[in-house]
Nanobody, 125 residues
Framework: QVQVVESGGGLVQPGGSLRLSCTASGFTSDDYDIGWFRQAPGKEREGVSC???????YYADSVKGRFTISRDNAKNTVYLQMNSLKPEDTAVYYCATRRSRIFRCSSVPAAMEYWGKGTLVTVSS
């Protein structure tokens, strides 16, 4: 049974940084990709960033240059380093994963198989 657990959310001032972590357990190989998604109040869930088993990455235009995703296969963990945070980054951030052997990761919520419960990120002064 695959389990996905996020951590690292919290309250931060505009311009600050946070690092989110996502651990996916239960896979028998590294053939999976992991994505970060977020959902703000009254808005649809959107893809923020993802990383494939080949370390191919994707970033939404709204976070390019500010967020960095990385992967540690030995720890089954993916990190999302978020810098220069803005109030519009406030949302519940979800980690999700799917089994995959292809080069490109997916940033589409409907494509993901397993989801974490989410962690709240609040950017406010």
């Amino acid at each position: 049974q695959v389990q996905v657990v996020e951590s690292g959310g919290g309250l931060v001032q505009p311009g600050g940084s946070l690092r989110l972590s996502c651990t996916a357990s239960g896979f028998t190989s590294d053939d999976y990709d992991i994505g970060w998604f977020r959902q703000a109040p009254g808005k649809e869930r959107e893809g923020v960033s993802c990383i494939s088993r080949y370390s191919n990455t994707y970033y939404a235009d709204s976070v390019k240059g500010r967020f960095t995703i990385s992967r540690d296969n030995a720890k089954n963990t993916v990190y999302l380093q978020m810098n220069s945070l803005k109030p519009e980054d406030t949302a519940v951030y979800y980690c999700a994963t799917r089994r995959s052997r292809i080069f490109r990761c997916s940033s589409v919520p409907a494509a993901m198989e397993y989801w974490g419960k989410g962690t709240l990120v609040t950017v406010s002064s």
